[in-house]
């Protein structure tokens, strides 16, 4: 039989996954918003480039 203890270490090992699991969907995430970010302001500085060479 399983004690207690067994059954208390099991929990802790699966928190501390689901924890791991939802930390990296969150850099997942944050990764995603940042290049998008980044693809943004790059073609917002082309496109002010390119309206500075029209003047």
Not at 14 to 28: F, H, N, S, V
């Amino acid at each position: 039989m399983s004690s207690h203890v067994d059954a208390a270490v099991a929990a802790r090992i699966a928190a501390a996954r689901q924890k791991r699991e939802r930390r990296r969907q969150q850099r997942t995430e944050l990764n995603e918003a940042r290049a998008h970010g980044l693809e943004a302001r790059h073609a917002a500085k082309l496109a002010r480039w390119a309206a500075e060479d029209d003047e």
